[in-house]
């Protein structure tokens, strides 16, 4: 396999969003593949290693997510050497489309994953249902999915009002019941929020003997760019690849909440809002303690003097 090229540090940041695609484009080309799949959606492929990892990211997201405005992917191939799948929609389509089947239809007959010693799929949202039902592609991988659907065929999911937009798209045709795909995986996990309602009847949806639900109380509906903040998701992605991750691992990379202020936030909001007060403080002394912190220092002081009339 061929070493990954150092254009590949190249920044796309600042482009208009065609100026943007067409440099993709080219990129990908020069170091691998870039492929059309519609006027929604498209591919890019590195090769490198045989560690291969599969993301399934938006236009939007790669230009709002990364510094570079490149597919998360690429930073991590460039330091581990890894080869990369990238299959990017211009919106949030659920990559329900036959041009996609189509395209995972002749990965499988070329054999094009039975080349990779360990696969990785990844993806967040509708981009997190498409690394969950493609990856039946590819037996054997480990997917890593953040506040993935199940489905959204309203017979199943009715009580998912969230995309309307979305009710006359097919989720029962080919690499549709996100669930059932997963069946062929290695190990799969579900990160979700369950006090985010939907997102957890959705994750109890996944179920099965070889996925393991994480639970993230009071991140909130944004778990990726979370996680991104943390510096959790390429570390997770990396112990994926090396066969190491696990429910374990997830919860002491987890710990780094401790020190992330909106997540500090939601735990003092929420026990605001159940009026507990004596934890409240606890918590606000806790924090100030550790770190520079106005919003819980102050409300520290309210609590005290509450606490003292």
Known sequence: ??????????????????????????????????????????????????????????????????????????????????????????????????????????????????????????????????????????????VIAI????????????????????????FTDRYGYAPQMLEAAEQAYILYDPREDLDAMHSALFERANVTRLRLPMMGGALQTSLIDMHIVYRMIVQAGQGKFSERAFYRMYRARRDYPPYLRNVLARLDRDERETLSMALCRNVTSRMHAPKFGRRLVQLERAKAN
Not at 12 to 30: F, H, N
Not at 148 to 168: G, H, I, K, V, Y
Request: hydrophobic letters at 40%.
């Open 1 to 142: 396999m061929q070493d990954t090229p150092r254009s590949l540090e190249k920044s796309l940041a600042g482009l208009d969003k065609q100026a943007w695609k067409a440099e993709l484009a080219k990129l990908a080309e020069e170091c691998g593949m870039f492929q059309p799949l519609g006027d929604k959606h498209f591919a890019t492929f590195i090769e490198d290693k045989n560690t291969l990892l599969v993301t399934f990211e938006t236009v939007d997201g790669i230009r709002t997510l990364s510094e570079d405005a490149q597919p998360l992917g690429f930073d991590m191939i460039g330091a581990l050497g890894w080869s990369h799948l990238a299959v990017i929609s211009d919106g949030d389509t659920w990559f329900r489309d036959p041009l996609i089947y189509g395209f995972f239809d002749r990965l499988i007959d070329d054999g094009f994953f039975e080349g990779f010693e360990k696969i990785v799929f990844y993806g967040a949202g509708p981009c997190g249902y498409a690394a969950a039902a493609y990856s039946v592609a590819a037996p054997g991988a480990t």
């Open 147 to 170: 506040q993935p659907q199940a489905t959204l065929d309203p017979r199943m999911t009715e009580w998912d009002e969230r995309f309307p937009e979305m009710r006359r798209t097919s």
